[in-house]
């Protein structure tokens, strides 16, 4: 049985940083998955942030959050993080950590994955 429990979200004032943390049961990280981030705010749809091949050797980030958010990955703990600095109130949003297999070129896409975690709420002030 696989689990994803994501972590690490909370209330911050626009400026301040959150780390959120996803830990797989159930799954192993490896070449032959990949790992994304995803958000979703009231009334829009599901939106890529961040995603990590099974390696970890490979990153890539939505536009809007490059240079501000991290993802990295501890393979031998199977988790991933990810380190959101400079947050803006528009990052407001639930943030689902989410695995599949390997298919980076279609990593934006939801449809590439098939677990999810039950998502976290992230709240930026202004």
């Known amino acids: 049985q696989v689990q994803l429990v994501e972590s690490g979200g909370g209330l911050v004032q626009a400026g301040g940083s959150l780390r959120l943390s996803c830990a797989a049961s159930?799954?192993?990280?490896?070449?032959?998955?990949?790992m994304g981030w995803f958000r979703q705010a009231p009334g829009k749809e599901r939106e890529f942030v961040a995603g990590i091949s099974g390696s970890g050797g490979t990153t890539g980030y939505a536009d809007s959050v490059k240079g501000r958010f991290t993802i990295s990955g501890d393979n031998a703990k199977n988790a991933v993080y990810l380190q959101m600095n400079s947050l803006k109130p528009e990052d407001t949003a639930v943030y689902y950590c989410?695995?599949?297999?390997?298919?980076?070129?279609?990593?934006?896409?939801?449809?590439?994955?098939?677990?999810w975690g039950q998502g976290t709420q992230v709240t930026v002030s202004s």
């Open positions: 159930g799954l192993t990280f490896s070449r032959y998955t990949m």
């Open positions: 989410a695995a599949g297999p390997s298919n980076w070129g279609r990593r934006r896409f939801p449809a590439s994955y098939n677990h």
